[in-house]
């Protein structure tokens, strides 16, 4: 049956979309996953950052069941409760003065949205993001996407005036440079684009994610994010926060940029916000928002009451459940066994993040990245069942995400296979993978 799905799926899909397991899944509840001959799997990778508080939390499907039974669809022709709650709720959790919201279906939707808002408020065309950054698949989102160049081969020419810097990776400084002892050559760079290349007059929006996720699950030092912040203020730049993977209590916090004490112009919400629902979300100030003229943005199915409804159980449940709190405390202790596998195993080069957003970075002897060392690992995990998935522009970088609500047990059994697939990666094994 499991060959059967996936052949046939394999007949019907185009192969442009990439699957990261060949499992085929009947159920999913909290952390785990099964599949459809009853194997059960710890998943470590909550549909790609999504399900944070785990698969159908049982609040989040009976808001969603009952929102169902009474309204399905509203198109804009009419209000509904589930919006509206929902944006009290956000109002709430969101970092400083954002109070207004705009509603769509994906990630991708809504960094479309704030890049729309940024241009239109500040009348400026141009757009500076981060070199490994990944803002989602639609062209404008290509545009300023570069963590993997598959994702930009064949659809250039790509929006204009797109200025890219380097993100204050320190592991892999891009002036070979040491955290401690750094001038941050990547904040001057910054600083001289907008000398050489583009006017910060003419900048609409600095973009940014404030952990970056597909580049790398890199974290960036609270210096470069507050400069970001001071230089944005300076020159009426809208500062926009990619919180697509980091939100929703992913880091620990409800949104990473607290972990940086700043507050952006435009926040971007998606995966984690409605538990898998479709549902994404803009936010910024009214100030900003009301100057957004009626008409300038708009969608059919945005801000579908069911989603909604979702989102606002989602949120609700994160609160009252102390997720945030069970995310900051068993970080600690995550942290630290992965610290010790580290020291342990030579093809584990780093172990960052915030929360329980945790990437752990593969090596080969030379300190390269190894992408051979990553899926030796990943497939060991999921024959011993864990599902884990990889990140990075090498392909080196294994995602660490057990949903927030995760029990201490569980966390324990996946960091107890993922140390067993450490280990059992072999010197031979790497060898002849890259003989
Ligand atoms: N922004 C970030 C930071 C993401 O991680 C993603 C998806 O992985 C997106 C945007 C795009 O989201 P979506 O795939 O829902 O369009």
């Given at each position: 049956m499991r060959v059967n799905i996936v052949k046939r799926a394999k007949k019907l899909l185009t192969p442009a979309l990439g699957w990261d397991t060949e499992l085929v899944i009947r159920r999913g509840r909290g952390a785990e996953v099964e599949t459809k001959t009853g194997k059960k799997y710890l998943d470590f990778s909550c549909g790609t950052a999504t399900t944070n508080i785990g698969h159908c939390h049982p609040k989040v499907v009976a808001a969603a069941k009952h929102q169902m039974n009474n309204l399905i669809h509203t198109g804009g022709v009419y209000f509904y409760d589930s919006i509206v709650k929902l944006s009290e709720e956000l109002k709430a959790i969101t970092p400083g003065a954002i109070d207004m919201f705009f509603f769509s279906n994906s990630g991708a939707e809504a960094v479309e949205g704030a890049m729309k808002l940024a241009k239109s408020v500040t009348h400026r065309p141009a757009i500076l993001s981060f070199r490994g950054a990944f803002h989602g698949r639609t062209l404008g989102c290509v545009s300023i996407t570069s963590s993997k160049v598959k994702y930009r081969k064949n659809y250039e020419p790509l929006l204009p005036s797109v200025y890219r810097a380097p993100y204050a990776y320190c592991y892999r400084c891009p002036y070979g440079q040491h955290r401690e002892s750094c001038a941050f050559e990547c904040i001057q760079f910054v600083r001289d684009i907008f000398k050489q290349e583009v006017h910060p007059e003419q900048t609409a929006a600095i973009i940014f994610e404030p952990v970056q996720g597909e580049g790398g699950y890199i974290v960036p030092p609270a210096e470069f994010v507050r400069f970001l912040r001071k230089l944005s203020l300076e020159h009426g730049i809208m500062l926009i926060a990619d919180e697509v993977q980091t939100g929703f209590g992913r880091t620990g916090k409800w949104f990473a940029c607290e972990h940086f004490g700043i507050e952006p112009d435009i926040i971007v919400m998606a995966k984690g916000i409605a538990s898998g629902f479709p549902l994404s979300a803009l936010g910024a100030s009214s100030k900003i928002m009301k100057q957004w003229t009626p008409g300038a943005h708009g969608t059919t199915f945005g801000g579908n009451p069911i989603s909604c409804a979702a989102a606002t159980a989602t949120i609700r449940a994160i609160r009252d459940e102390k997720m945030l709190e069970n995310c900051e405390a068993l970080s600690v202790g995550a942290f630290s066994r992965l610290e010790k596998m580290k020291h342990d195993n030579p093809i584990v080069g780093d172990v960052r993040g915030l929360g329980l957003m945790i990437g752990v970075e593969f090596i080969d002897k030379d300190g390269a990245p190894s992408a051979t060392a990553t899926d030796k690992v990943l497939e060991r995990c999921l024959e011993a069942?864990?599902?884990?998935?990889?990140?990075?522009?090498?392909?080196?970088?294994?995602?660490?995400?057990?949903?927030?609500?995760?029990?201490?047990?569980?966390?324990?059994r996946g960091l107890d296979i993922f140390e067993m697939a450490l280990q059992s990666v072999t010197e031979e094994e790497l060898e002849v993978a890259h003989a």
């Open positions: 069942g864990l599902i884990l998935i990889s990140c990075g522009t090498n392909g080196n970088v294994i995602r660490f995400i057990p949903p927030i609500n995760v029990t201490p047990d569980q966390l324990r």
